[in-house]
């Protein structure tokens, strides 16, 4: 069975441009994660949609956005690319939520670089 | 102060020691992951827990939800074991399955 898959690997945008990135999910998993993983910061949740619809944010501004597909694969935009959004993006699927948790599973990541 | 903390930020061993990562928490949550995080990002989820203990191999996860607090163990430890390793509280409720992570412990295992 197929792992979480992410597109592209690599991405390097200049300040100012958008920067759209891709997630698929495991099969079967409707529920998609994006986390943000900045050079020496940890990891911060970004954005979580389900069946479609975004079900919660971090702290993040607007910029950032995203959809998901009937088909359950996710896209990240991030739009007016600022310097400091320069970090490792990683996507997470888990079967619906709710309890008991569905663990989440990661995908390789997209790195991004600003110029 | 961070909702998840984790110690030490840096371990160094040497190959064969036992290794105990802590975590603690400060929150409610469902459950916790360990995720482990090699060198060009990759993160791999080692455990889920939310109660009790699991082993796997040379792994082995505990969680005390009334005290807050996880650990992580290494037996054997190897060189392959180096990496970074991170906790993440799963959130309850309103804030739903969204993860909170632990700032992330640098293991390096010497042969």
């Known amino acids: 069975e197929a792992g979480v898959t992410q597109s592209p690997t690599h991405l390097i945008k200049t300040r100012g441009q958008q920067a759209t990135l891709r997630c698929s999910p495991i099969?079967?998993?409707?529920?998609v994660y994006w986390y943000q993983q900045a050079l020496g910061l940890g990891l911060q949740f970004l954005l979580w949609y389900d069946e479609g619809e975004e079900r919660n944010r971090g702290n993040f501004p607007p910029r950032f956005s995203g959809r998901q597909f009937p088909n359950y694969s996710s896209e990240l935009n991030v739009n007016a690319l600022e310097l400091e959004d320069s970090a490792l993006y990683l996507c997470?699927?888990?079967?619906?939520?709710?309890?008991?948790?569905?663990?989440?599973?990661f995908g390789p990541g997209t790195r991004l670089t600003v110029l | 102060k961070n909702e998840v903390e984790q110690s030490p930020q840096n371990l160094t061993a040497q190959e064969g020691e036992f290794i105990t990562i802590n975590c603690s928490y400060s929150?409610?949550?469902?459950?916790l992951h360990w995720l482990q995080q090699h060198p060009g990002g990759g993160i791999v989820s080692l455990f889920m827990?939310?109660?009790g203990k699991k082993k796997h191999g040379r792994l082995i996860a505990t969680i005390n939800i009334q005290e807050k607090h996880s650990s992580l163990h290494i037996t054997a430890s190897h060189p392959r074991d180096s990496a970074v390793y991170i906790c993440?509280?799963?959130?309850?409720?309103?804030?739903?399955?969204?993860?909170?992570f632990g700032e992330g412990t640098q293991l390096t295992v010497n042969p």
């Open positions: 993440a509280a799963v959130g309850q409720e309103t804030s739903g399955s969204r993860l909170t």
């Open positions: 827990l939310s109660s």
């Open positions: 099969s079967g998993h409707t529920s």
């Open positions: 997470a699927s888990s079967l619906d939520f709710g309890e008991p948790y569905n663990e989440q599973f």
């Open positions: 929150v409610g949550i469902s459950a």
